[in-house]
């Protein structure tokens, strides 16, 4: 029972990681460095499990990161 459910704990964490929340950030950083790099990067192709998708992914979480700290009046003193 217990092998069940570890089975059904990854399943649902590998699509929460993988699906919902690396194609969100990734949607959410892919203009903003698509502007930074003046259109060189990211490629057209979706880049699965590559370096580059990564950082796309990083970016995309740090500007929901920032826009969640304005949303919450963190930068005023």
């Known amino acids: 029972m217990d092998e069940l459910f ?3 704990i990854r399943f649902f ?3 929460v990681s993988e699906l919902i929340l690396g194609t969100v950030f990734y949607t959410i950083g892919w203009p903003f460095v698509k502007v930074a790099t003046l259109g ?10 590559s370096k ?3 950082y796309v992914c990083c970016v995309g ?3 929901v ?3 969640l700290m304005l949303a ?3 930068f005023s003193s």
Do not use: D, F
């Open 6 to 8: 570890n089975l059904i």
């Open 13 to 15: 964490s590998s699509v």
């Open 40 to 49: 060189k990067y990211p490629k057209q192709e979706w880049l699965r499990g």
């Open 52 to 54: 580059n998708e990564a």
């Open 61 to 63: 979480l740090c500007v």
């Open 65 to 67: 990161c920032v826009a």
């Open 72 to 74: 919450l009046n963190q």
